[in-house]
């Protein structure tokens, strides 16, 4: 079956642009979470999406938005981009609930801000 | 309190030679679940290896073991006979509660490096 897919793969903006990032999960997978990686703080949980909820929420500013459709595809916002919002953006997909625990990751938007 | 601690930045192996990498945990949940995940230079997370709180065996992937001490709160990843391949970082993630979504506690990652 095809993986998590996330567009674009990379991604340069300017300080003040807002940004839209893509997650299609894998077929059949109804929940959908954000990750941001940086060198600094390593992996840190901003929302999670199920059935177009948003169900959990981490400590990030109301910058960091995300919905997600009737198809299960989500999207996540950021808006003011700062300098520090350079990250690894990783989304993963997980069933929850049905037997199958481990959530599948994409390979990530690489958010460049200058 | 740091929900998962991986205490080696780096390790090196020998090619064919096994290796542990560490990962402790701390949660006062009953059930959750421990996870370790490779994330290679190209940036996906590949899943290895799933332990249930209350598993009573360790979990076992092919040439993956998660040696599980409850008591102790860790899930220690076993890798038998080492690639070259298997060059990459890995996190031990936890997720905590039964049903309750997809957020996972990770730890800072532990960079291991198979020496031919």
């Known amino acids: 079956k095809a993986g998590v897919t996330q567009t674009p793969r990379y991604l340069i903006k300017t300080r003040g642009q807002q940004v839209t990032l893509s997650c299609s999960p894998i077929s059949g997978h109804r929940s959908v979470s954000w990750y941001q990686q940086t060198p600094g703080q390593g992996l840190q949980f901003l929302f999670e999406?199920?059935?177009?909820?948003?169900?959990n929420k981490g400590n990030f500013p109301g910058r960091f938005s995300g919905r997600q459709f009737s198809n299960s595809r989500s999207e996540m916002n950021v808006s003011t981009l700062e300098l520090g919002d350079s990250a690894l953006y990783l989304c993963a997909s997980s069933q929850v609930g049905q037997g199958e625990p481990e959530a599948f990751f994409g390979q990530g938007t690489r958010l460049t801000v200058v | 309190a740091q929900k998962i601690t991986q205490t080696q930045p780096g390790m090196f192996v020998q090619e064919k030679e096994a290796v542990t990498l560490d990962c402790t945990y701390d949660t006062s949940d009953p059930s959750y679940g421990l996870f370790w995940y490779k994330q290679p230079s190209s940036g996906e997370m590949i899943f290895l290896i799933y332990?249930?709180?209350?598993?009573?065996q360790n979990a076992t992937e092919g040439r993956y073991s998660l040696n599980f001490q409850k008591a102790r709160k860790s899930a220690n990843l076993v890798i038998s006979a080492s690639q070259l391949g298997d060059s990459a970082m890995y996190f031990c993630?936890?997720?905590?509660?039964?049903?309750?979504?997809?957020?996972?506690?990770f730890g800072t990652g532990t960079s291991l490096t198979v020496i031919p």
């Open positions: 993630a936890m997720r905590e509660g039964h049903d309750t979504g997809n957020q996972f506690y």
């Open positions: 332990q249930g709180s209350y598993d009573q």
């Open positions: 999406y199920f059935s177009e909820t948003q169900r």
